[in-house]
């Protein structure tokens, strides 16, 4: 299978074979990227009693686009949108054949004041199952899936980290051969200092401006910062990178920049790579040159404190063990377009007139393992009334069952019973479907306990998916003669 995106020649083909089209849409701080997809389902296991995404091939990898701003705190989502409809146009692809895929908004766009409407409308208008998305930590494992450092990590048995460097944040995911081990998300990046064609600040974030402070040097609008002061800024923020990498334990100032909590546990890393605008400036041989044919047309590389960054990067992190992986600029794209669709296990209950729903808030109902029927009906019209009361009572919304216990008839019944007594116990006025989510293997016998229980209401069970609170969960339309449905969980983080 192939990480970044190419095929790995696989012809062979079976009788539960498909292929869903996956567009990935990246608004990130500085540019703005589409890919369309082609994913190739296939059965797996020794058994073959799971539909899985077997292959992913790009058909197209769009141009890199300056990310359109009407001011500074303002994304344009009218120039957004006619970038993807360019884009889509370019492959040949109407919203009516995309299957699935996601709008991610990365870096200092997440904290645009309409950032949300953007997704929403580009999800809205690029297909029926396109999800929208959002968080570093999100955007951290999803460029290290795009570039092959997930692959490189099975593939070699060892630790690589993946080091996400972009116009307003450095995204580090950690990967061993099981998968992701952690993340760690700095507010570094080559936009957070921006000049005119004179030298001339015409833009400092507010961490850069916290950082030269700290150093004692002066970064302000309308200044022209020295040689050397820039060089120190620019150390110092590369000296943050490394630590993110090599850490814990973490330097105090590298805590400060934070975005989200740090790990605490130490991981040896055996390979370290570089991906995205400024990331992929690390490997340039000349200063200010990059290494991708896009580099020429590239607005990264102008007008911002990228390529200072960059070779600061290169110079402090001369010790680490750096390799080179097949994406780099568009390593979080790639890992949006390809990495964000589930497809939930073959045991599914499917209510097909339901579908595609998008944009269902998950609740969780906690660990129903050990719970007694009296007590699991309880915790579950507690769920179901606070997610009346955050979502309001047209909303509908998945209860998600991490673990319901042993897997038996009496068990499966009693939980059944539980979810039954709970909706009942709800006002008359929340007629909504039942839709459960479970991770383990057990949909359709749940499933149909339910519709033996719940008269005039649907029921939709999938499994094999798991998904926590706050997060939210599209559906697509059965797959495989209804066995299996495409799954994206998506977590909206502005």
């Known amino acids: 299978m192939s990480e970044n995106g190419d095929s790995n020649g696989m012809d062979s083909t079976n009788e539960d074979e498909e292929r869903l089209t996956s567009v990935g849409i990246d608004v990130g701080t500085t540019t703005t990227q589409v890919v369309v997809s082609e994913l190739r389902t296939g059965t797996a296991g020794p058994a073959g009693e799971k539909l899985e995404i077997t292959d992913r091939t790009i058909s197209h990898r769009g141009e890199i686009h300056a990310t359109p701003l009407l001011d500074a705190e303002t994304v344009d989502i009218d120039e957004v949108a006619a970038i993807v409809e360019e884009e889509l146009a370019a492959a040949g692809l109407s919203s009516e054949e995309i299957d699935t895929g996601a709008v991610i908004v990365t870096g200092e766009t997440a904290s645009k004041e309409n950032a949300e409407p953007l997704v929403h409308r580009l ?18 494992i999803l460029a290290g899936q795009g570039s092959g ?3 490189r990590a099975a593939e070699t ?24 081990r952690d993340t760690r998300c700095l507010d570094v990046g080559g936009r957070l200092v921006r000049f005119d064609s004179a030298g001339t600040i015409t833009d400092v974030s507010e961490p850069a401006r916290e950082l030269a402070a700290g150093l004692g040097i002066g970064v302000s609008v309308g200044s022209q910062p ?21 850490g814990p334990p973490f330097d105090e100032r590298t805590r400060s920049l934070a975005i989200d909590a740090l790990p605490t546990e130490t991981v040896d890393v055996d390979e370290v790579a570089f991906t995205g605008g400024v990331g992929r400036l690390v490997y340039a041989t000349d200063e200010g040159t990059g290494s991708d044919s896009d580099t020429s047309d590239d607005p990264i590389t ?4 990228g390529p200072a ?7 402090t992190a001369s010790e680490l063990p750096v390799v080179r992986l097949d994406e780099e600029i568009r390593a979080t794209v790639v890992g949006v377009g390809t990495r964000t669709t589930k497809l939930s296990g073959r045991t599914v209950a499917l209510e097909e007139t339901l579908l595609p729903l998008r944009n269902l808030p998950v609740v969780s109902t906690g660990d129903l393992a050990d719970g007694d029927p009296s007590t699991l009906e309880d915790g579950l019209e507690a769920t179901l ?8 009572t047209d909303t509908t919304v998945v209860l998600a069952i991490d673990d319901l216990g042993r897997l038996t008839y009496d068990r499966l019944e009693a939980v059944a019973d539980a979810i039954t007594a709970a909706y009942l116990k709800m006002d008359e006025g929340w007629h909504r479907p039942v839709v459960v989510l479970t991770r383990q293997n057990c949909a359709k016998a749940l499933g149909q306990a339910l519709r033996r229980r719940i008269d005039g209401r649907p029921v939709l069970v999938i499994d094999e998916v798991g998904a926590d609170a706050g997060d939210y969960l599209d559906i697509g339309m059965p797959l495989n003669g209804g066995e299996t449905v495409p799954v994206v969980v998506k977590t909206l983080a502005f």
């Open 123 to 140: 999800a809205t208008e690029s297909g029926e199952f396109v999800a929208a998305a959002a968080g570093a930590a999100l955007e951290a």
């Open 149 to 151: 450092a997930a692959t």
């Open 157 to 180: 048995g060892g630790v690589v980290a993946n080091v996400d460097v972009g116009g307003g944040t450095t995204n580090v995911a950690t990967f061993d051969p099981d998968g992701v």
């Open 226 to 246: 020295t040689e050397d002061d820039l060089d120190r800024l620019a150390t110092a923020m590369a000296d943050r990178i490394v630590d993110a990498v090599a």
């Open 302 to 305: 102008y007008g911002d404190f």
């Open 309 to 315: 960054l960059a070779t600061a990067i290169r110079r």
């Open 385 to 392: 009334r606070t997610a009346a009361d955050r979502h309001g």
